[in-house]
């Protein structure tokens, strides 16, 4: 079956760094754009950036640009989200995404910025 793990997510002071990987199966993982998201207490899930299905395209919400990096690697069938410069906005639930035929979601990893 599909599956979306999330990894990654801690308690982390301002000004540090994370990395979360989401690792998948269950589907044809090269196909499918990957997508990373956030939800913070009380707001609307957003998105954070997303990758193509061969790692050559990407994107990135405003708030995250020159700070976080999204990559991939279709053989690991694993997608990753490097983030530096951590600020307390920062803090939310990752949640993995993959859409292309189908949509899927993770279940999420926690990431608290806070000193």
């Known amino acids: 079956q599909v599956q979306l793990v999330e990894s990654g997510g801690d308690l982390v002071q301002p000004g540090g760094s994370l990395r979360l990987s989401c690792a998948a199966s269950?589907?044809?993982?090269?196909?499918?754009?990957m997508s990373w998201y956030r939800q913070a207490p009380g707001t609307e899930r957003e998105l954070v950036a997303s990758?193509?299905?061969?790692?050559?395209?990407?994107n990135y919400a405003d708030p995250v640009k020159g700070r976080f990096t999204i990559s991939r690697d279709n053989a690991k069938k694993t997608v990753y989200l490097q983030m530096n410069s951590l600020k307390p906005e920062d803090t939310a639930i990752y949640y993995c995404?993959?859409?292309?035929?189908?949509?899927?979601w993770g279940q999420g990893t926690q990431v608290t910025v806070s000193s």
């Open positions: 995404k993959a859409s292309f035929a189908r949509a899927y």
């Open positions: 269950g589907f044809s993982f090269s196909l499918y754009v």
């Open positions: 990758i193509s299905g061969d790692g050559g395209g990407t």
